[in-house]
């Protein structure tokens, strides 16, 4: 049975950069992303990493410690609206029904971080 307290969810920070390569390296990534996403997605999270805001933000979402997914949260739209994208990268997590859980966990564990502007 599938423990949503055993989720957990960090803001993506350099010591993530060489995970996040290896999982844009796996074909199941790619066929998500093609070649001009990977590389808008691979610009902006290096912006990010940077320290530079867009108004994304990227997250390492963990399963049992494990990483499993990059969230890409978007909330450039002064805030009117949040917009979020979700590649489960660890190929071994596919279809074991951890996605639904996981995105409750998140928006449970940062609700402080998306209030909304109004």
């Keep these: 049975m599938i423990q949503r307290s055993q989720f957990r969810f ?15 390296m796996k074909k199941h990534v790619q066929k998500i992303l093609y070649e001009v996403g990977q590389k808008k997605i691979s610009y902006h999270l290096e912006e990010f990493l940077q320290g530079k805001s867009s ?3 990227y ?5 049992q ?5 990059l969230l890409i949260a978007d909330s ?3 805030g009117a609206t949040i917009t979020l994208d979700v590649i489960i990268c660890n190929r071994k997590s596919l279809g074991h029904g951890l996605l639904t859980p996981m ?3 998140f928006w449970k ?5 998306w209030v909304l502007k109004k």
């Design 10 to 24: 960090e803001y993506a920070n350099l010591n993530h950069r060489l995970l996040i390569q290896e999982w844009f």
């Design 55 to 57: 108004g994304i933000s």
């Design 59 to 63: 997250w390492i979402g963990y399963y």
């Design 65 to 69: 410690n494990d990483p499993l997914a």
């Design 76 to 78: 450039s739209n002064e």
């Design 103 to 105: 995105l409750y966990e």
């Design 109 to 113: 564990q940062t609700e402080d971080f």
